[in-house]
T-cell receptor, first 117, second 111 residues
């Protein structure tokens, strides 16, 4: 299994809703990532988990709350979002070998397209 | 913040033409990667370059890493409609887990 699976593929939510995005990989990767991508822009790093611990938070607003329940799963909990948070949210993973090599290669999921009304 | 600037931002060419995409920075990178992203999908890795001056070929695609490891180029020979997509360079610096993406080049190849 060489895939990163993200659910749901599409999500529409109101500003008062609480929802979650889910990401799963079974490649034994020990680093997992959340990226945000606005239309016609490159992906921007949000969070990095390394060995199930949060290692990087790129000053993301607290209305986005990441969670890594185990080495295969990564969640992004959403609460009180704004319309400008509408974007494609990409999950990625990389192996510990890649992470320590200086040439960290990421495997991306297809993304969850979020629309905040 | 390490900035990776790509040029051109957008390129529309006909099938059979050649093109080059550039990725430039003032920072030194331990490695540089190229990804291609199609609509509704995540980026997919094309190549990783790690040595200054390195050249890698992937069928009709040729990738080069600058001698000083601050820039890279992607050359496509005889472009095909299947090459259409968003091309992204991405670099690793001191923090290996932090991969920074370039500004992107959107390529459209028409018949």
């Amino acid at each position: 299994d060489t895939e990163v699976t993200q659910t749901p593929k599409h999500l529409v939510m109101g500003m008062t809703n609480k929802k979650s995005l889910k990401c799963e990989q079974h490649m034994g990767h020990r680093a997992m990532y959340w990226y945000k991508q606005k239309a016609k822009k490159p992906p921007e790093l949000m969070f990095v988990y390394s060995y199930e611990k949060l290692s990087i938070n790129e000053s993301v607003p607290s209305r986005f709350s990441p969670e890594c329940p185990n080495s295969s799963l990564l969640n992004l909990h959403l609460h009180a979002l704004q319309p400008e948070d509408s974007a494609l949210y990409l999950c990625a993973s990389s192996s510990s070998r890649s992470l320590n090599s200086g040439a960290n290669v990421l495997t991306f999921g297809a993304g969850s397209r979020l629309t905040v009304l | 913040t390490q900035l990776l600037e790509q040029s051109p931002q957008f390129l529309s060419i006909q099938e059979g033409e050649n093109l080059t995409v550039y990725c430039n920075s003032s920072s030194v990178f331990s490695s540089l990667q190229w990804y291609r992203q199609e609509p509704g999908e995540g980026p997919v890795l094309l190549v990783t370059v790690v040595t200054g001056g390195e050249v890698k070929k992937l069928k009709r695609l040729t990738f080069q890493f600058g001698d000083a490891r601050k820039d890279s180029s992607l050359h496509i020979t005889a472009a095909q409609p299947g090459d259409t997509g968003l091309y992204l360079c991405a670099g690793n610096t001191g923090t290996a887990s932090k991969l920074t993406f370039g500004t992107g080049t959107r390529l459209q190849v028409t018949l």
